[in-house]
């Protein structure tokens, strides 16, 4: 699977917006779906995920309320609604894909990886 994410940018605190991930190569329908971030100096950190299904997800604490996360298997691809960003969210953001024998929440879990995108929200 191919993943190309897309929709950062530069927003200030309290802003909203939206990131995709669009799939290539293998059946997207069939992959679990994950959204990381990593901020400069930090370790990467799982923010959410969602089933092949779409009918389970689940999220970091420090997002939860915050950002949303849906997919679109016709499309072959994922969001992550981002609403009230925070100064603290300005990060790379990363899509991923994985099989759904592990956790979402799980990094290991996940074999397709994106080459990120940079979001960045001012104060």
Excluded at 15 to 29: H, I, P
Excluded at 41 to 60: C, L, M, N, P, Q
Excluded at 96 to 120: I, M
Aim: positive net charge; contains cysteine; charged residues 20%.
């Amino acid at each position: 699977v191919q993943l190309q994410a897309s929709g950062g940018g530069l927003v200030q605190a309290g802003d909203s917006l939206r990131l995709s991930c669009a799939a290539s190569g293998r059946t997207f329908s069939r992959y679990d779906m994950g959204w990381f971030r990593q901020a400069p100096g930090k370790e990467r950190e799982f923010v959410g995920g969602i089933r092949w299904s779409g009918g389970s997800t689940y999220y970091a604490d420090s997002v939860k309320g915050r950002f949303t996360i849906s997919r679109d298997n016709a499309k072959s691809t994922v969001y992550l609604q981002m609403d009230s960003l925070k100064p603290e969210d300005t990060a790379v953001y990363y899509c991923a894909a994985g099989p759904s024998r592990w956790p979402l929440q799980a990094s290991r879990k996940y074999d397709y990886w994106g080459q990120g995108t940079l979001v960045t929200v001012s104060s």
